[in-house]
């Protein structure tokens, strides 16, 4: 089955009432036959029919055996984590998310875990930064928001000879256009906040793998510490990813559209989309994902200019986050990025004019008239403001 089939058509819940849309379980507990007989649940910490389902779905969609939901992208981070102990590093890609750096930045130390960052794009950087210590490799790709090209390939080859895990945060494009497992990795993680949610009503996180020990090992972090996915957000989960497919085709081509039209802007200094023949990793990124996505950063080479536009746009809300129906618009350096700690920010901070937009399902047109639009504003204000300082 095609993704875009698995999407609507998900494992059937023992319902005695046959419901297409699947019920949700919202209790805490279980009733047990007797005080010594158990049956499949006993309490939603440590599983959940309504969870169970999005947790088979999203495995099923990574073309993987398992999946674990979890609160938030972040709190599936953490639970990965959990595979490298006090002694141990891992080796991360410089171009991550912020709040993953953060996570690994601030908490990370106090449990002895040493976190290097590496130039992913470079498998020989990795080589070298790779020692018996690793435990993990952690990238993403295309990364947030400079859109870097990590081969996925390659990387999981230079992880499996250094006894390593190799996990790849696929937020950016969901398992509709990239399949990390198929390529060699170990995990998959998810912000299923983005994508897969697709309607920005939900935080939730995932983690997907092939191995049934890492899965046990997932499945029993996520009771310990109990941030798995609760009922209702599972339930918002499924309901979302029915039109995961049909949602990432229409952004997809819409953003292919605004990457054109931001390219040969005059005011635009650089565009960044993995889609443009010309992006550092175009071809790497072709052989390992079937679409390039729907996010898009730029750059004008004036931090000003640039946080008029993101002012001026109508259509695009000022938000962080991306992978919504509605499209986005924001400043990394002074929002997402922003909690990068201070003695980090010159090597892992975005620059500060750089915009970057998430497009939704609106018709196309009318985001690039909203964009013409606001970068018309924008230079004039900008042309105004500067004309009044030389007077
Ligand atoms: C948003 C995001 C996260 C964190 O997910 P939350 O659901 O916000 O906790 C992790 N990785 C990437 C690439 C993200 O975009």
Not at 59 to 80: D, H, N, P, V
Not at 196 to 203: A, E, F, P, R, Y
Request: hydrophobic share 40%; with cysteine; proline share 5%.
């Amino acid at each position: 089955m095609k993704t875009a089939t698995q999407c609507v058509h998900f494992d059937s819940t023992d319902d005695p009432y046959c419901s297409i849309s699947p019920p949700i379980y919202q209790t805490a507990t279980f009733r047990q036959p007797t005080s010594d007989e158990f049956g499949e649940y006993d309490y939603t910490r440590s599983g959940n029919p309504t969870r169970n389902l999005v947790e088979r779905q999203i495995a099923r969609l990574e073309g993987a055996e398992y999946a674990c939901a979890f609160a938030s992208g972040m709190a599936a981070i953490t639970a990965l984590t959990r595979f490298v102990g006090a002694g141990e590093e891992i080796l991360a890609g410089d171009d991550l998310y912020g709040g993953t750096v953060r996570l690994l930045d601030q908490i990370l130390p106090r449990q002895g875990i040493a976190v290097r960052y590496v130039d992913v794009t470079d498998i020989d950087a990795v080589r070298a930064a790779l020692n018996p210590r690793v435990r993990m490799i952690l990238i993403e790709t295309p990364s947030n928001p400079t859109m870097r090209i990590a081969d996925i390939r390659a990387l999981a080859q230079v992880a499996r000879e250094a006894g390593a895990l190799l996990a790849v945060d696929n937020s950016m494009l969901s398992p509709c256009f990239q399949k990390p497992l198929k390529l060699g990795a170990d995990v998959v993680v998810h912000s299923a906040t983005k994508f897969l949610c697709g309607h920005s009503d939900v935080t939730g996180g995932a983690l997907v793998v092939n191995d049934y020990d890492l899965y046990r090992q997932i499945a029993f972090h996520q009771n310990a510490e109990g941030a798995g996915l609760s009922p209702f957000d599972s339930w918002l989960l499924l309901r979302g990813m029915k039109t995961l497919s049909l949602r990432v085709e229409r952004q997809n081509e819409s953003a292919r559209k605004v990457a054109q039209f931001l390219s040969q802007h005059p005011a635009v200094d650089r565009v960044y989309y993995p889609g443009l023949a010309d992006h550092p990793g175009h071809e790497i990124h072709r052989s390992q994902s079937k679409g390039d996505g729907a996010v898009i950063s730029f750059t004008t080479g004036d931090a000003e200019v640039s946080r008029q536009v993101v002012e001026a746009t109508e259509l695009f809300d000022i938000a962080v986050s991306f992978g919504s129906v509605g499209s986005t618009i924001s400043l990394p350096c002074r929002m997402s990025h922003a909690s990068i700690p201070q003695a980090l920010r010159d090597k892992l901070a975005p620059p500060p004019d750089l915009v970057r937009i998430s497009v939704g399902i609106e018709d196309v047109d009318d985001l690039i008239e909203d964009l013409s639009r606001a970068f018309a504003l924008a230079v004039r204000r900008e042309e105004a403001a500067s004309a009044a300082c030389v007077a």
